[in-house]
């Protein structure tokens, strides 16, 4: 479980004050850490005891709307119905506990001057507001239930808690020391073994603090639907470029829209919910780009057979003769990957584009949207650039319209560790600065690639996607005739080899360079721990 291996390399604390400043806008108290340290600590250790290290936590968890956090929210799948699992948690550090002469349905606290609630009716709001209409999961077949956890007391110490005027219900459920084995059998009735990871996603997307990947949200939406929600300026230019294609007047009326935005501002989440509208309303519309392995993932993903579906999909290089009537909308992510001119290894020379390529996207469609982030270079000969674009827009009388996306949608929404990564690697005009924890990102300082080797292999063997990556320091060579790699990357006494090159996989099932960033293979075969070749950057766990 990712909180204990936290836990044991001594950053569950710092990562968790970092978090709780970012969200509550002050500095978490002694007291609290100490309750973090110890309650979680325990809570995890009893989930790793009862066979559901899977399951995911999620801390101090508020959704909008709620009365206050809740400690802890399980979440995972349940092992009999196979819905999502959410067990909330109150976890307090009471030893001992006596009636309140004040106040009869409260009780008396050591340490504490005031009366307190019973846990579970300190618990009951929260179980209601998640259940309830207005909760963040509504609509969701969800599987409930709440427990209070006092790992410190016995049961003889906080009898009042079990009176008769207490409540009674899913959510009301105390567990003491005395009664663990009862908490570890609630955890395997309530959750399966295996399964959180997607159903803690589904349960993040809806409390907005998740958004779903590119090409899961692309294969599970197979142009009918999608699972993202598009917000703020988002929905502005999603609108503009809807209303375009819409009110156009004539088949010679064309329109172009330039929408600029770094890594994870939600410029793919724009095309897909274009593609889904117009796909829906039986308007022509392709999502082209330039990358093979983004091509290679629908193929794979998606299957060879679903000819409609793949048919909305093109590289740049396809457009070089125009279709015929031109497409009612065509949207270019990764426009920055433009080439000069369109060239095919299927073609000969002397089909090859005889203009630029960005002209033979304009010619493509009525409407033309380009999505591109000015920062990302991958390769030399990518020539793609809002100015390119716009002027080759005004050389045909085409005034385009302008965006720029600033919101973080990936990175856990970090907006630091994003500008703090463009200031590192000179993208910015600021100084590179130390890492300062927000509690969004975790960032990790490995002293050796063993060392770095080592945390990736954790993450991995612990059900993350992990992967190595590294620059063009070194080169790239071929498979060895028995399908082996040659460990191309080496680091003083550490070698290591790059992923596959070619379209076919190596030895031991190795997939190939164009699957690699997302094929669970690559993440089975992290006790070789490959490297990616192409890519450079900072490493986060």
Not at 362 to 386: C, I
Not at 394 to 405: I, Q
Request: net charge negative.
């Amino acid at each position: 479980m990712d909180l204990l291996r936290l836990d044991q390399r001594r950053l569950l604390l710092s990562h968790l004050a970092a978090r709780w400043l970012s969200f509550k806008k002050r500095e978490v108290s002694d007291g609290e850490k100490a309750a973090w340290k110890e309650s979680l600590i325990q809570l995890a250790t009893d989930l790793v005891s009862a066979g559901r290290g899977d399951v995911r936590m999620l801390v101090e968890c508020e959704p909008e709307g709620a009365d206050a956090p809740v400690d802890v929210v399980l979440v995972g799948r349940h092992p009999e119905t196979d819905r999502e699992s959410v067990l909330l948690v109150e976890l307090k550090r009471w030893s001992s506990v006596s009636h309140s002469a004040k106040r009869p349905e409260r009780v008396e606290v050591p340490g504490y001057a005031k009366p307190k609630p019973h846990p579970s009716d300190q618990l009951q709001a929260t179980y209601d507001f998640f259940t309830g209409d207005e909760g963040p999961l509504k609509g969701m077949q969800i599987e409930y239930a709440g427990l209070s956890y006092l790992h410190n007391a016995h049961d003889s110490d906080v009898a009042p808690l079990f009176s008769a005027r207490t409540s009674t219900g899913p959510h009301a459920l105390t567990i003491t020391a005395d009664t663990r084995a009862s908490l570890l059998d609630e955890l395997r009735e309530r959750f399966a073994e295996n399964g959180s990871a997607s159903a803690a996603e589904r349960v993040l997307q809806r409390l907005a603090i998740r958004t779903t990947p590119l090409l899961t949200a692309m294969m599970s939406s197979r142009g009918e639907d999608t699972v993202f929600t598009l917000r703020g300026e988002q929905r502005r230019v999603f609108r503009d470029i809807r209303l375009a294609v819409e009110r156009l007047p004539a088949e010679e009326e064309r329109a172009v829209f330039i929408v600029e935005g770094g890594a994870g501002s939600g410029k793919s989440a724009i095309g897909l919910e274009l593609l889904q509208h117009f796909s829906a309303a039986g308007q022509s519309v392709k999502y082209a780009s330039g990358s093979r392995a983004f091509d290679a993932a629908m193929k794979k993903h998606v299957g060879y057979g679903d000819g409609e579906f793949q048919d909305r999909f093109a590289f740049f290089s396809s457009f070089i003769t125009p279709p015929q009537p031109p497409l009612d909308l065509l949207i270019c992510d990764e426009a920055h990957r433009l080439r000069a001119r369109s060239t095919s290894r299927y073609l000969p020379e002397e089909q090859w584009g005889k203009q630029p390529q960005v002209d033979d996207l304009l010619d493509a469609a009525r409407v033309t949207v380009f999505l591109l982030d000015g920062s990302q270079v991958v390769r030399p000969g990518e020539v793609g650039t809002a100015d390119l674009i716009r002027e080759a827009a005004e050389s045909r009388h085409l005034t385009p319209r302008m965006y720029e996306l600033h919101k973080q949608f990936r990175c856990g929404g970090s907006d630091r560790y994003r500008d703090w990564v463009h200031d590192l690697l000179g993208i910015s005009d600021r100084e590179p600065d130390s890492w300062i924890p927000d509690g969004l990102m975790h960032v990790e300082v490995a002293d050796s690639p063993e060392e770095l080797e080592r945390i990736i292999l954790e993450e991995s063997e612990a059900g993350a996607s992990a992967r190595m990556v590294a620059g063009f320091c070194w080169p790239w060579t071929p498979l060895r005739k028995d399908g082996t790699l040659e460990p191309d990357v080496r680091v003083g006494d550490w070698h290591r080899p790059w992923n596959v090159k070619g379209d076919k996989p190596g030895a031991n099932d190795a997939p190939p360079a164009k699957l690699w960033g997302y094929d669970a293979r690559a993440s089975a075969r992290s006790a070789a721990c490959t490297a990616r070749r192409g890519w450079s950057g900072t490493g986060a766990a």
